[in-house]
T-cell receptor
């Protein structure tokens, strides 16, 4: 079945540094979603990308969807302690099931 | 609105015991999902439902059963718990239609000894 791979598994940065996580699928994705899970919390939806080559921004977060719709990335500029958590990408298998990547856990040294 | 709620928040079972996890949502969502989360493995889909009275298997359904007797509730059952089922369980729901965002509950931390 469809697999969604996410790297790196862990990332530790100094506050103010940038952070990027990458998501790759074994098959072409119809669209991709990104979620954030704070420590001890539950996943919360951030954004969905649909179009090939699409780029969306949310303040310091930039999301990209690859031209071939098989990869995606999340970039955070100038990290803050509030960015701590695990970031998941997820691709749809059919129209009813999301397949999640393993997640990238971000920790920040203030 | 409470959103998605899960009961209980924590539970410790002995091998072979059974239990039911309850998920409830007040957003009138058609679709509901049960995931398990293990370190380094992300979220894996156990079972899901696209409407009252319907259920379907996900990626890791073995050892679990589900029921959706009411639209707002989705129950996950473990008939004979095993240590491999130690995990954090999340319920999620979404509205009908393609590719909608999922709303997650706070999770249930289950330990099987």
């Amino acid at each position: 079945g469809q697999q969604v791979m996410q790297i790196p598994q862990y990332q530790h940065v100094q506050e103010g540094e940038d952070f990027t996580t990458y998501c790759n699928s074994s098959t072409t994705l119809s669209n991709i979603q990104w979620y954030k899970q704070r420590p001890g919390g539950h996943p919360v939806f951030l954004i969905q990308l649909v179009k090939s080559g699409e780029v969306k921004k949310q303040k310091r977060l930039t999301f990209q969807f690859g031209e071939a719709k098989k990869n995606s990335s999340l970039h955070i500029t100038a990290t803050q302690t509030t960015d701590v958590g695990t970031y998941f990408c997820a691709g749809w298998q059919g129209a009813q099931k999301l397949v999640f990547g393993q997640g990238t856990r971000l920790t920040i040294n203030p | 609105n409470a959103g998605v709620t899960q009961t209980p928040k924590f539970r410790v079972l002995k091998t072979g015991q059974s239990m039911t996890l309850l998920c409830a949502q007040d957003m009138n969502h058609e679709y509901m999902y049960w995931y398990r989360q293990d370190p380094g493995m992300g979220l894996r889909l156990i079972h899901y439902s696209v409407g009252e009275g319907t259920t379907a298997k996900g990626e890791v359904p073995d050892g679990y059963n589900v029921s959706r007797l009411k639209k707002q509730n989705f129950l996950l059952g473990l008939e004979s718990a095993a240590p491999s089922q130690t995990s954090v369980y999340f319920c999620a729901s979404s509205s009908r239609g393609f590719y909608n965002e999922q709303f997650f509950g706070p999770g249930t931390r289950l330990t099987v000894l």
